[in-house]
């Protein structure tokens, strides 16, 4: 089959269509002829030897397709052996796209627990676009958060995969929403999405203009991947108030003063990807609603190596998808 297949690390140059052996599903297992892939973060930071794996392997975590012994549309969910507990993965639990092969190929082996039936009212692309976003931003909502209808919600970076989706959950579950972005035509496009505004996290005084945005006593639930921003993200709180945080785009270390941080009563909750149960939970919002992944862009998987480079650009709003 033709795959991303990488036998090195390095820049999207390594990102290289070539002939990979085809896949032979263990017991247990079903291979999926994929018809769309999407990109994400991981991949790239996988591509760069962030994380260590031992080549080749194919990039991917993301992908629809068709069962192949069934002939059933499907999306695959890429939480492997997420394990028995709710409230966290179990030490089996891998992200699909290396170590195991993933999606960025013609075809896919994949645990028949991780295929579920495609929703019918998305396209090939969106049904791609959304697993690994859409379960991310699923749990840290609901499942950590525990957001409910009518409280306020701040999604900082509007534009990324996950906040798109994030967005789109919130609102549908009755919150007001709104979000950061150095960019105003992404604040624009994060409003037609359903939040209420937003906030230019470049100005000095952002913290005190979302607050004041929420009503003056500061969010609810702030949605945080940049990691290095959890001071702002606490101080944007209101009393009992939670940051829900699952990336480290702006950073990996932060310094926090603890006193503040108890008497505001807040919570700092982490989060990864999400179980079984809540890619359902997941599915059934968007059978029940009329929003869809918001893609950037579609190429061919042989024009992946363009797909990193605009990620990495961060010029893009919403999900980067390759056709097969």
């Known amino acids: 089959m033709q795959a991303i297949a990488l036998l090195e690390n390095g820049g999207p140059e390594v990102v290289v269509l070539r002939e990979h052996p085809d896949p032979e599903p263990a017991s247990g297992f079903v ?18 030897g962030v994380y260590e794996f031992p080549f080749p392997y194919v990039l991917g975590s993301d992908g629809a397709g068709v069962r192949r012994d069934t002939g059933e549309e499907v999306v695959i969910l890429p939480s492997l052996a997420w394990g028995e507990r709710e409230a966290g993965p179990g030490p089996d639990f891998r992200i699909l ?13 994949i645990p028949e627990e991780n295929v579920f039936a495609k929703p019918a009212r998305l396209s090939w692309t969106e049904a791609a676009a959304f697993p690994l976003a859409g379960l991310t931003a699923y749990r840290a909502l609901f499942s950590r958060a525990r957001l409910e209808a009518g409280e306020t919600v701040a999604v900082l970076g509007a534009g990324s995969g ?18 950061t972005s150095s960019d105003p035509g992404k604040i624009e496009r994060a409003v037609e999405l359903g939040a209420e505004a937003g906030v230019d996290y ?123």
């Open 202 to 324: 470049t100005d000095d005084g952002w913290v005190d203009e979302l607050r004041s945005l929420a009503g003056g006593e500061g969010v609810d639930v702030v949605v945080d991947s940049v990691g290095s921003t959890w001071p702002q993200s606490l101080a944007s709180l209101r009393i009992g108030g939670r940051v829900v945080c699952f990336g480290a785009t702006g950073g990996t270390e932060v310094e926090l003063q603890v006193r503040p941080f108890y008497f505001l009563q807040a919570s700092l909750l982490g989060t990864t990807m999400g179980s079984p149960r809540e890619f359902a939970g997941l599915l059934e919002m968007i059978e029940s609603g009329s929003w869809a992944p918001v893609v950037d862009s579609v190429r061919p998987l042989g024009e992946a190596a363009d797909a990193h480079r605009r990620l990495e650009s961060r010029e893009h709003f919403g999900k980067l998808v390759l056709e097969i």
């Open 162 to 179: 996950v906040s798109t989706i994030a967005v789109q959950l919130a609102a549908q579950a009755g919150a007001r929403v709104f979000v």
């Open 31 to 48: 291979v999926v002829e994929l018809r769309a892939a999407a990109l994400n973060r991981r991949d790239t930071l996988v591509r760069q």
């Open 97 to 109: 796209g290396a170590p195991d092969d993933g999606t960025h190929a013609e075809l896919v082996a």
